[in-house]
């Protein structure tokens, strides 16, 4: 069973910095993409950065130019370099995987979830 276990949360102040890591575990045939979602109280679930095997990036527009998403194949690790961080950016933060079980079957895997805090 794959797992994905995240780290990295917690209080920030404004203007401050935080780096969230996803570290995958299982048996993972293939990676199409990783991902980070973030879900603020009273919201719905919203993408923040997407990264592909292919190493393609995409940012919400609320976070381009401070946030960076990066991965490290060997490590199964996705990390989510935060900067310049606002107070609309508190939230639960969610990683992603999206990729193949085996040569059969697809794989879409989420965290639990880390909260992100960022307040004076």
């Known amino acids: 069973q794959v797992q994905l276990v995240e780290s990295g949360g917690g209080l920030v102040q404004p203007g401050g910095s935080l780096r969230l890591s996803c570290a995958a575990s299982?048996?993972?045939?293939?990676?199409?993409?990783w991902g980070w979602y973030r879900q603020a109280p009273g919201k719905e679930r919203e993408l923040v950065a997407v990264?592909?095997?292919?190493?393609?990036?995409n940012y919400a527009d609320s976070v381009k130019g401070r946030f960076t998403i990066s991965r490290d194949n060997a490590k199964n690790t996705e990390y989510l370099q935060m900067n310049s961080l606002k107070p609309e950016d508190t939230a639960v933060y969610y990683c992603?995987?999206?990729?193949?079980?085996?040569?059969?079957?697809?794989?879409?895997?989420w965290g639990q979830g880390t909260l992100v805090t960022v307040s004076s």
């Open positions: 299982g048996s993972i045939f293939s990676i199409t993409a």
């Open positions: 992603n995987l999206v990729g193949r079980r085996d040569k059969f079957r697809d794989l879409e895997v």
């Open positions: 990264i592909t095997s292919g190493d393609s990036t």
